[in-house]
């Protein structure tokens, strides 16, 4: 498939496709670089992946990073950011950055927030100063910044059987949606849409259609993995993500596990991003193809072998489980970094994995084998 170079340096490319699901591989092209898909996005909300620097994270593999508007619209400010010479030169990371709109944070600060039809009033979490974000300041905000994708500002609904609470929150984020691509300018920057509709397929595919002929640089699934039944998530997964176009980058937002990226993949999603590689890691929990390993346990106390045999992340390379447990239970500082290290590697090259049994032909045979290892019920 020819890429589509539309939009000054972005497109999107597929290079190759699953014989039996809607799984497949990639490139998309931006301003600062190309990046393979399907492809793990560290989450970067505030400039920067909790404990991990920008080189630790291209020794991962990482290719393109995330960051929020809102946070960083807070702390440190658009102003301080332009001066720096952009978001990328600011935080050290000349690859791809794909910028979260903020939406998320409609649902998350709840009790902070008022929805209207012009956008959303905040209380800052930070400092409690009145704040009011409308479709048209998020893109101001993320052309300001410079990030390679932007998102448009959407409403994130809780999760609800309440159709009717589910369908407002369509329409609102398809009246912003338009509002957005208005105004959005910047010729280097991609715009992505999203499609919400909560659990309700009927919903998804009426906002995935009506989104769709705005006519956007990507989409999204967003709404998913915030608290619903993970059945009705998989469900999601695999009915609505096909549907989106073949010739755009497709984006599971906030998703997630290692079984969700492979059902996400098998769905025909490109793009994933979630905390979990170092939420986990400041816990001290790590994943591995053996599954999760929970360093702070005792039996770990005098296990001298790394996190996992077969990663050569630095933290495998050099430390033991027994290092990494006394580091988390001496509370020091180390710890933490070093497993969300492991994390991020794990994540990483765990989609670069799923990218290869892609274009090889054995992508059902990967699916079995992460289902057996994260998902207790297959066993």
């Not at 990030?147 to 500002?153: G, P, R």
């Not at 595919?205 to 769709?212: A, H, P």
């Amino acid at each position: 498939m020819k890429t589509d170079l539309t939009k000054k340096n972005f497109g999107f490319q597929e290079t190759s496709r699953d014989a039996t699901t809607s799984a497949r591989t990639g490139v998309v092209h931006t301003a600062h670089g190309s990046f393979e898909t399907p492809v793990f996005m560290p989450v970067g909300t505030q400039g920067s992946v909790k404990g991990i620097a920008p080189r630790d994270l291209e020794d991962a593999g990482a290719e393109i990073l995330l960051g929020n508007a809102y946070h960083l619209y807070i702390r440190p400010g658009i102003d301080i950011i332009q001066k720096a010479g952009g978001l990328h030169k600011f935080m050290g990371w000349n690859h791809p950055i794909l910028t979260d709109s903020g939406g998320y944070q409609v649902f998350s600060l709840a009790r902070l927030r008022e929805i209207s039809e012009e956008g959303v009033h905040f209380q800052s979490h930070f400092d409690g100063d009145k704040i009011f974000l409308s479709p048209e300041k998020v893109i101001e905000i993320q052309a300001a910044i410079g990030s390679d994708i932007a998102m448009i500002f959407d409403d994130c609904p809780p999760p609800t059987q309440d159709k009717d609470r589910i369908r407002q929150s369509l329409e609102i984020t398809l009246r912003w949606s338009e509002r957005a691509k208005a105004h959005h300018r910047r010729a280097d920057q991609a715009l992505f849409g999203i499609v919400q509709g909560g659990i309700f397929p009927d919903l998804r595919m009426e906002s995935l259609k009506r989104t769709v002929e705005l006519d956007f640089d990507g989409y999204a699934l967003g709404g998913l993995c915030v608290g619903e039944d993970k059945a009705d998530t998989l469900r999601i997964f695999h009915e609505i993500t096909p549907a989106l176009p073949a010739d755009k980058p497709r984006y599971l937002m906030g998703v997630g596990t290692p079984l969700d990226f492979i059902e996400g993949v098998a769905g025909g999603a490109d793009m994933f991003d979630c905390v979990t590689p170092t939420r986990y890691g400041r816990n001290g929990s790590a994943f591995t193809a053996a599954g999760l390993i929970v360093v702070r346990n005792g039996k770990y106390a005098e296990d001298n072998r790394p996190l996992a045999e077969d990663c050569d992340c630095y933290a495998c390379r050099n430390f033991s489980r027994a290092y990494l447990r006394h580091l988390l239970n001496a509370e020091e500082m180390l710890g933490p970094q070093l497993v969300s290290l492991h994390n991020i590697h794990y994540f990483v090259n765990l989609l670069k994995e799923i990218r290869q049994s892609i274009r090889e032909g054995r992508f059902s045979a990967l699916r079995e084998k992460i289902t057996k290892q994260f998902d207790p019920d297959s066993r």
